[in-house]
């Protein structure tokens, strides 16, 4: 098993052939994508993956595929328990660990109901370690189909149990992620912020990367920042503004617009979407991406990055 470096985690998109399978040629050049521009781990069977909208097989198949492609050079990690019924869950979790990834991520919200409180979910989860001795875990706060986010409580249960390596904070919030610090410091979980908003002032923190949707875009300037904010303040300063304000592209509709992304970067992908029909993305929403691309080179070739 890879140990969870820090640094960036892109958060995988699926592409799709016209017909609507899973296009494992262009997920492929994907993944060869993904290393050329540096990244340090992959998520992929996430919701910028489509789970929700993948078959078990899919889920299966899509990891081992991933891990087997990405030939031990980064660690993968992937997530896709999506059934409601806790034994369903632990059945979907067994299939897709046996893959030999490194880490099998949890969906926070897949433990409890909105209404439900904490301490039903430490309930499940410790039942999950219970039946799952040898796999190690991961958390995601996916914001689908409801966003269930870990307070500090909760998280230091996680961190206490020395299962859980890995956090994706979804919070959007530097008070909550220092808090969050606070209690697994010292242990062996780690936390990569989702948001690019806050990344910079949460490296400071300490928290150890970045995983979100905007690796998708631009992944070498995430890995540019959290490798060199330490050594170039001023150009991390310049680098986060352009990326806070770049992450607002994330608003349009993706993962189709990401999608559109790749696609003008060369990669022989369809726009094709489970989750929404691809023929939304407008044209003024394909021109931003356009013009972010443009920007993106322009930046690149002006701060040497």
């Known amino acids: 098993m890879r140990e969870m470096v820090d640094g960036v985690w892109p958060t995988m998109i699926t592409p799709f052939t016209e017909s609507g399978k899973i296009d494992y040629s262009g997920l492929e050049r994907l993944i060869a994508w993904y290393l050329d521009h540096g990244v340090d781990g992959l998520f992929t069977v996430c919701q910028s993956s489509e789970m929700f909208f993948l078959s078990l097989e899919e889920r299966v198949e899509m990891a081992r595929f991933v891990k087997e492609k990405v030939e031990g050079k980064i660690p993968v990690i992937a997530s ?29 919200n897949r433990l409890a109901k909105p209404e439900e409180p904490d301490a039903v979910w430490i309930r499940h989860a410790q039942m999950l370690l219970e039946r799952l001795p040898n796999i190690r875990f991961g958390l995601y706060e996916c914001p689908y189909p409801y966003k269930r986010l870990l307070n500090p409580e909760v998280l230091s249960w996680c961190a206490s149990t020395n299962r859980f390596y890995f956090l994706k904070d979804t919070s959007c919030s530097l008070t909550d992620i220092r808090a969050k610090m606070e209690v697994v410091q010292g242990s062996q979980l780690k936390i990569y912020n989702a948001n690019s908003a806050t990344l910079l002032e949460s490296l400071k923190m300490g928290v150890a990367g970045f995983s979100g949707i905007m690796g998708n875009f631009h992944p070498d300037l995430y890995v540019w920042l959290t490798k060199n904010w330490r050594r170039e303040p001023q150009k991390a300063e310049w680098v986060q503004s352009f990326l806070s304000t770049a992450a607002l592209i994330g608003l349009q509709q993706y993962p189709v617009n990401a999608k559109y992304h790749l696609q003008r970067m060369g990669m022989p992908i369809s726009l094709v979407s489970r989750c929404q029909e691809y023929s939304s993305l407008t044209a003024v929403e394909r021109l931003e991406v356009e013009n972010l691309n443009l920007l993106c080179s322009l930046l690149r070739e002006q701060w040497s990055l």
């Open 80 to 108: 896709g328990h999506i059934s409601d019924d806790l034994t369903r869950q632990i059945d979907e979790i067994e299939r897709i660990a046996s893959t030999g990834i490194d880490s099998f991520v949890l969906v926070t």
